[in-house]
């Protein structure tokens, strides 16, 4: 399916749709929007009486009301629009995807998947029948969450950080011959990553994709406190809005589904013409929270912020606020719609099984804490490695000049070689040259690589490739990660949520940041996301901090095949090759002893670098305090997976090196701060020092941040002779 064209996928739906839409009959499908919004509001407000048999009391309600109502209706309207389109494949095997930009609508996918039978395969409490429908209701919002998350089924996007719906199903379509719908709230659209998510993604993903994006706006007016700034805007400068980002906007209502389905062929049939070059987007101006009563209590509630969330709050004591909810309980007529077993009644379409995305059913395979994979036969890296005799030891002498070619030219040619084998796409926010180099013309990774200016979308496009089994890397700098670190972290969560509903993971989502803090101009020195990270002590997240080009390009290979992790690898472009080799079977390793250390029992000093900037400092070092000071006894460890400095399991053997140490000096291309905790908890009553970068608040070279940071040979050297008195 990978390599249909869209144009031919659209076409496909474009019959089918037709069929599917005339066979389900629109009185039909408006009692099921009907219901749907019955359920989402009884999830807020109801403990009992479930069918309003009788007038209802205070004791039938929670004494605390939480959740979202607002995003509710209008995704109920476009689900129901949508619904006989769930669960069909097309002759292509094509499917639809619908993807939730508005996590707030908790309830109505709670409800939708309930009617469907699949939130009860997945939760067994929740079965079709009337105690599953009790527990639906009762136990809002509960384990499952009031919001959007993997816990329902289907669920693969998780957002949390609005905006990246849009991007997320770009990235689908990239790997899966799809018709993907992301539901796209008012916030959303003033979110910078949504923006140049419509701006770019047509653009550049062109003549990549095998599947399609039918974007659809729920333009109700509001975002959570107030007027959006498109709900100010008149409807014809919203139409020219949309007309501008290079898109043909249709509007539906809300007011009709039979309509709304109208809108929907509309925009399949634009999308099925060959060369289409301005994509639909269908808009619902559909008012926030429909349905609901204009005032309540005397207070405005209708088209007012007081409908995002719950909107009644107060009810004890106050029977007239509660004849009120009665009466708009009672407006979905719900004795119409549920028999005396809670089960919807026949007049009520039906909510077909697989609405949304489904796992990927491939294995688990391991990443934190595992021996790394070796590199495939054929892909070693001809990088020279320096001698210990490649320099003077004397004076504090700098490193040999930084590999920056051979890095290069062995990652160039790795990821062709995986791009022609294995469906390998790259996504880089521009300056993919900067980092790597020029691909080969006309070569496999040319045509993987996708570039645009926006870290974000680039997550996006990666999250949502890998979400259909596509391997994928994103390609940057360290100082700009820290614009996706908040994505990074709720991936991470999504990750958690998965394993614990018992459901597949997918690929996992692969960084390489080759353009790190000690290369680069001020403006580009932040390690800061490498400590965001280690400070989530998730075992669900891997950073790599690679010695070598082999081992950087080992560590990689293994990335690129797991699944259910995320991985960041940080290997400078411009590190100097290591002052002697390591051996292969080590560069397999988590972390390393190099050659010529001295054994764990006679060391009186160990030097622990992480990072490739750092390594050939420390083992300068070394070579100095050997040259200088004979007696001195050294080992030199280097630090690949920084999972080993946990003190969980899998990261103890680490620690047990240090029993016989008299000093121990980590030298560190991350911040201190989380060094110096890892080893505070593990090391405690040893003497240790940290250094690493620390922000110096002014313009400096690569050489003399190194120096003024004490992470040059020099001041390693110091270092070790200042420990290694105290001790005596």
Known sequence: MSGARPHLVAQGWLATAASAFGRQHGAEAGRLERLLNYMCLSQLYLKANFRLDQPLTFDDLKSDPAGHWGVCPPTNHMLTAISPLLGVTTEAGSRVRVLHGAGHAGPSLRAWSYLSGELGLLHARYSPGKEGYQRLITEFPGKLSGEITPLLPGVDYMGGQIGGALAFAQGVVLGAADLVIPLIGDGECETGETSSAWLTGWRQIAGKVAGIVLPVVLLNGLRMGSRSVLGRLSAQAVHGYFTGLGCTPLTADGSCVVATRQALLTAIRLLAQPGMDRPPVVLLTMPKGATCPDAVGGRPLAGTPAVHKAPLKVLAGDDALVRELDAWLRSYDPAALLDERLCPLPQVARVPAGRGMAGQAAPRVPVAGAAVRPVPAGMSPTVPEASPGAFAVSGGASPPPAGTHGFRRAMLDYLERRARDGGLRVFSPDEFSSNLGEPEPGGALGAALIEVLNEQVCHGWLDGYAATGGRGVFVGYEGFACLTAAHMVQYAKKLRLLAQAGRVPPRSLNYLLSSTCWENSYSHQDPSVISLLLSQDSDLIGVFTPATVGQ????????????????????????????????????????????????????????????????????????LLRSSQPRVRTRLLSVNELAVLATRPGGTAFWRQFDESAAVIFVTSTHVAPIERFAGTALAGKRFSVVGYRDQGEVLSGSALLRACRCDADSIARLSLEMIAGCA
């Open 552 to 623: 950087c390009l080992a560590t990689l290979d293994r990335c690129l095949d797991d699944f259910g992790h995320l991985n960041v690898i940080v290997f400078s472009k411009r590190g100097a090759p290591p002052l002697s080799p390591l051996p292969p079977a080590q560069e397999r390793e988590p972390w390393s002893a190099w050659p010529g250390s001295a054994g764990a029992a006679d060391s009186v000093v160990t030097i622990v670098a992480i990072g490739n900037v750092m390594l050939p400092e420390a083992q300068a070092a070394a070579l």
